[in-house]
Nanobody, 124 residues
Framework: QVQLVESGGGLVQAGGSLRLSCAVSGRIFSNYGVGWFRQAPGKEREFVAAISKNGIFTRYQDSVKGRFTISRNNANNTVSLQMNSLKPEDTAVYYC?????????????????WGQGTQVTVSS
């Protein structure tokens, strides 16, 4: 079994920054692609960013490109999402997830294990 624990969420003003972290335990972390998703109130969960198992390849949702950066540290089994220039529309619960696909995926169903989520609220 794989356990994921997100942290770093909170309340920030528009234009500010937050750094989310996801600690992963239970399997060989470096074998898996990892993604971040988010779910805003009343909306479906959506893809935000993904990173390959070796950390070289990344992909982003268009709305966060240039503002968010995903990274990973395979030595301590963590994945981070640096979020800059935050906007009110970034408000959501953010989830990290582990995929058996080495490059990760934009598709939710390709992820096998999920964290409990962390709330990010951006005020205008």
């Amino acid at each position: 079994q794989v356990q994921l624990v997100e942290s770093g969420g909170g309340l920030v003003q528009a234009g500010g920054s937050l750094r989310l972290s996801c600690a992963v335990s239970g399997r060989i972390f470096s074998n898996y692609g990892v993604g971040w998703f988010r779910q805003a109130p009343g909306k479906e969960r959506e893809f935000v960013a993904a990173i390959s198992k070796n950390g070289i390849f990344t992909r982003y949702q268009d709305s966060v490109k240039g503002r968010f950066t995903i990274s990973r540290n395979n030595a301590n089994n963590t994945v981070s999402l640096q979020m800059n220039s935050l906007k009110p529309e970034d408000t959501a619960v953010y989830y990290c997830a582990v995929s058996g696909l080495q490059f990760g995926s934009r598709t939710e169903s390709n992820y096998n294990f999920w964290g409990q989520g962390t709330q990010v609220t951006v005020s205008s």
